[in-house]
């Protein structure tokens, strides 16, 4: 009897309902009508099944309304799959959201028509990098603009907060704006508001460079690259100060396996690697790196010995775990068995030579991703690529070059204003903007040294700008390390052997001006100056071997 009655409830369900799942409704109540025996287990089943007849049958009966069945495509590999419905009626209460879905959308899409008549592309220059430069005319009006600017003669232009456009209805007129296309339609930047009639232009130079904080930007440039080549100047504090910092930025530390530096002795390297990890190694051997280098004779600045401290901090924060590796790319000579400019004489050829082959044997080999460090005359593309470079490319890796600069765009009294705006420590890439557009010499140099025909788009991809240039210091090591100390002697004896002559290195400031105001050569006294010594014949000659690290 109750299976009956049970029977005659399902035929309330919907056909494609009872055809999918009646047989087990069937089964579960027999199965409990079997083992559910006496008057008071019958009360309860049929009181399950009145509450679960109350709430699944108007379920059920939506659900029917429109009822999706898969009709599968012979291979789901190389075919797609279709859906399609089944045959019924749809419910009044669907038919109604549709409507009303579709006359909201259709409006909002021929209002957006209506407006988009006001708006012409005027021209627009896909630059390399992912910043591009998009040229617009405007005549009318864009809705949800909420801040506005005067531009003299040439109307009102306001940006909202969503980066929409509007221009008054005064005239015509073209923007030029920034555009991140990786933004989406919102990823206005900039914006530059021109009269109406104006010829427009998207040359490079007349659009805004994306300004970015430098450790943000140095990080997305290592995501994005396997090798990061930062061209720095020597003992600058500023420079340093921020790359300390950087080191010990977690998410620097993640994307970074090697620091490959300039300034640093290669014979050190296994004082070094033992430092940088955490280990006791006495400092007066680990400081031999930069104190012995090869390319550097005189005394080093400071600020190296701290950077080295820095990535050492950073390590021991996480040990461990994941470290950076100091990896030092100056020829391992050895100064103790170094007598004459002879014995220096190979060591000195081939030092951009040896810093590409540790590149490759210590990074491009082990497949690390690093950020090399070294003088930005070593990396600058005056020619074309360097030797490091070159030598990175041919493993088939493509670098990202930063180079260090200044607000000095020509004479060392040019200085260019559009600076002054600029967030500190900051990274610019170079494409497509005005920064570009400078002559690279003059900004690397501080003025120092004068334009050439070379833009700082064509010499480097970015642009690390870490103050004006009338900020930035020079750190020295102090005189008291140098006068009459073992060091300070035998730093004499070098530079002997380098220049020919004694030398004067000792200085009462340990902090100067990064690039000093050129002054006129005096005249020399007492007869004129001590030639420099001529070019040693072992300047042709290959690398010693290398001998075991220290």
């Given at each position: 009897?109750?299976?009956?009655m049970?029977a005659l409830m399902l035929?309330l369900?919907?056909?494609?309902f009872?055809a999918?799942f009646g047989?087990e409704a069937?089964q579960l109540v027999r199965d409990r009508?079997?083992d559910?025996q006496g008057?008071w287990?019958k009360?309860?089943?049929?009181a399950?099944?009145?509450?679960d007849?109350?709430?699944s049958?108007p379920?059920?009966?939506?659900r029917s309304?429109?009822?999706?069945v898969?009709?599968?495509?012979h291979?789901s590999?190389?075919?797609?799959?279709?859906?399609?419905?089944?045959q019924?009626?749809p419910?009044?209460r669907?038919?109604?959201y549709g409507a009303?879905?579709s006359?909201v959308?259709?409006?909002a899409l021929?209002?957006?028509f209506?407006?988009s008549?006001?708006?012409?592309e005027?021209?627009?220059?896909?630059g390399p990098?992912?910043?591009d430069l998009l040229?617009?005319s405007?005549s009318g009006?864009?809705?949800g603009?909420?801040?506005g600017s005067?531009v003299?003669?040439?109307?009102?232009?306001?940006v909202?907060?969503?980066?929409?456009?509007k221009?008054s209805?005064k005239?015509?007129?073209?923007?030029?704006?920034s555009w991140?296309?990786d933004s989406?339609p919102?990823?206005?930047?900039?914006t530059?508001?021109l009269?109406?009639g104006?010829q427009?232009?998207?040359?490079?130079?007349t659009?805004?460079?994306n300004?970015q904080g430098?450790?943000?930007?140095?990080?997305e440039?290592i995501?994005?690259?396997q090798?990061?080549?930062?061209?720095?100047?020597?003992g600058?504090k500023?420079?340093?100060e921020?790359l300390n910092v950087?080191?010990k930025?977690?998410?620097?530390?993640?994307?970074?396996?090697?620091i490959?530096?300039?300034?640093?002795?290669?014979l050190?390297?296994k004082?070094?690697d033992?430092?940088i990890?955490?280990e006791?190694?006495?400092m007066?051997?680990v400081?031999k790196?930069?104190?012995?280098?090869?390319g550097?004779?005189?005394?080093?600045s400071?600020v190296?010995?701290?950077f080295y401290a820095?990535?050492?901090?950073a390590?021991m924060?996480?040990?461990?775990?994941?470290?950076i590796r100091?990896?030092?790319g100056d020829?391992?000579?050895?100064?103790?068995?170094i007598n004459?400019?002879?014995?220096v004489g190979?060591?000195?050829?081939?030092?951009?030579?040896?810093?590409a082959?540790?590149?490759k044997?210590e990074?491009?080999?082990?497949d690390?991703?690093?950020?090399l460090?070294?003088?930005?005359g070593?990396?600058l593309r005056?020619?074309?690529?360097?030797?490091v470079?070159?030598t990175?490319?041919?493993?088939?890796t493509?670098?990202y070059?930063?180079?260090?600069?200044?607000n000095a765009?020509?004479g060392y009294?040019?200085?260019?204003?559009r600076?002054?705006?600029?967030?500190?420590?900051?990274?610019?890439?170079?494409?497509?903007?005005?920064?570009?557009?400078?002559?690279?010499?003059?900004v690397?140099t501080?003025?120092m040294?004068p334009a050439?025909?070379?833009?700082?788009s064509?010499?480097a991809d970015?642009?690390?700008?870490?103050?004006?240039r009338?900020s930035?210091?020079?750190?020295r090591?102090?005189?008291a390390?140098?006068?009459g100390?073992?060091y300070?002697n035998?730093?004499?004896?070098?530079l002997t052997?380098?220049?020919g002559?004694?030398?004067?290195?000792l200085f009462?400031?340990?902090?100067?001006?990064?690039f000093?105001?050129?002054?006129?050569?005096p005249?020399?006294t007492?007869?004129?100056?001590?030639?420099l010594p001529?070019?040693?014949?072992?300047?042709h000659d290959?690398?010693p071997?290398?001998?075991p690290?220290?």
């Open positions: 009897m109750s299976e009956k049970y035929r369900y919907p056909a494609q009872r999918s047989e069937m009508v079997r559910e008057a287990a009360v309860r089943l049929w399950d099944l009145a509450v007849l109350a709430a049958l379920r059920a009966r939506r309304d429109a009822v999706l898969v009709v599968p495509a291979s590999h190389v075919a797609p799959q279709f859906d399609v419905l089944q019924g009626v419910n009044l669907a038919i109604a009303m879905f006359a959308a259709f409006g021929f209002t957006w209506g407006y008549r006001n708006y012409r005027v021209h627009m220059v896909q990098s992912k910043h040229a617009l405007y009006r864009h809705p603009a909420r801040r005067e003299p003669g040439a109307g009102t232009l306001a909202s907060d969503e980066s929409e456009i221009v209805r005239s015509a007129h073209i923007v030029l704006a991140r296309s989406g919102s990823g206005f930047q900039s530059q508001l009269p109406a104006a427009s232009s998207a040359e490079p130079q659009s805004q460079p300004v430098a450790t943000v930007a140095m990080i440039a995501g994005a690259h090798i990061v080549m930062l061209g720095e100047a020597h600058d500023q420079e340093y921020w950087l080191v930025n977690r998410e620097f530390d993640q994307r970074v396996d090697d490959v530096v300039e300034f640093g002795n290669s050190y390297q004082s070094v033992r430092y990890a955490g006791d190694v006495p007066g051997q400081e790196a930069w104190r012995n280098m090869i550097s004779v005189g005394p080093p400071p190296y010995g701290e820095a990535v050492r901090a390590n924060k996480h040990r461990g775990k994941h470290q100091i990896v030092l020829p391992y000579g050895d100064w103790e068995k004459d400019a002879e014995d190979p060591y000195l050829a081939h030092r951009d030579e040896w810093y082959q540790v590149v044997d990074v491009l080999a082990k690390h991703h690093a950020l460090i070294m003088g930005s070593h990396f005056r020619n074309g690529t360097g030797l470079e070159s990175i490319r041919s493993a088939g493509i670098p070059l930063v180079v260090f600069g200044t765009i020509g009294d040019n200085l260019d204003q600076f002054d705006s600029w967030p500190v420590p900051a990274i610019v890439a170079l494409a497509g903007n005005w920064v570009g557009d400078l002559p690279a010499m003059p690397v501080g003025g040294a050439t025909p070379l833009k700082l064509d010499a970015a642009l690390l700008y870490v103050g004006p009338d930035l210091t020079e750190v090591m102090p005189r390390e140098l006068d100390t073992p300070g035998e730093i004499a004896r070098r052997i380098q220049m002559h004694p030398v004067n290195f009462d400031q340990t902090e100067v001006p990064q000093p105001r050129p002054q006129p050569q005249q020399p007492g007869g004129p100056r001590p030639p001529p070019m040693p014949k072992s300047i290959p690398l071997a290398r001998p690290s220290q």
